[in-house]
């Protein structure tokens, strides 16, 4: 059974930071792709990062512009754990906070559909505060 488990959430103010944590346990995800996505009440899911195991050793990274400079997205093969670094946080960053995972690569024209992703965790709240 797959699970992504997050943890990290919490109220913060305008300006700080939090990390967000994804563990994932079932299947290996160091291929996988995984992403963050988040939802404000009233609003539709959206795309929030993602990170794509390259051809190579590395990975690439996609983010979306409105967090593009602020957030960091990050992950430990090792752990199987995803990472969400959030600096300078402002309101309208405030939402419930999902990972997602993705077992084999569909390319990354598509890592920013919700209907990409086959597993979700359970979301973890991020408010923050003007």
């Known amino acids: 059974q797959v699970q992504l488990v997050e943890s990290g959430g919490g109220l913060v103010q305008a300006g700080g930071s939090l990390r967000l944590s994804c563990a994932a346990s079932?299947?290996?995800?160091?291929?996988?792709?995984m992403g963050w996505f988040r939802q404000a009440p009233g609003k539709e899911r959206e795309f929030v990062t993602a990170?794509?195991?390259?051809?190579?050793?590395?990975?690439?990274?996609y983010y979306a512009d409105s967090v593009k400079g602020r957030f960091t997205i990050s992950r430990d093969n090792a752990k199987n754990t995803l990472y969400l670094q959030m600096n300078s946080l402002k309101p309208e960053d405030t939402a419930v906070y999902y990972c997602?995972?993705?077992?084999?690569?569909?390319?990354?024209?598509?890592?920013?559909?919700?209907?990409?992703?086959?597993?979700w965790g359970q979301g973890t709240q991020v408010t923050v505060s003007s």
């Open positions: 997602a995972a993705r077992l084999g690569d569909p390319g990354g024209a598509l890592v920013r559909l919700v209907r990409t992703y086959n597993y």
């Open positions: 079932g299947r290996t995800f160091s291929r996988a792709i």
């Open positions: 990170i794509r195991w390259s051809d190579g050793s590395a990975y690439y990274t």
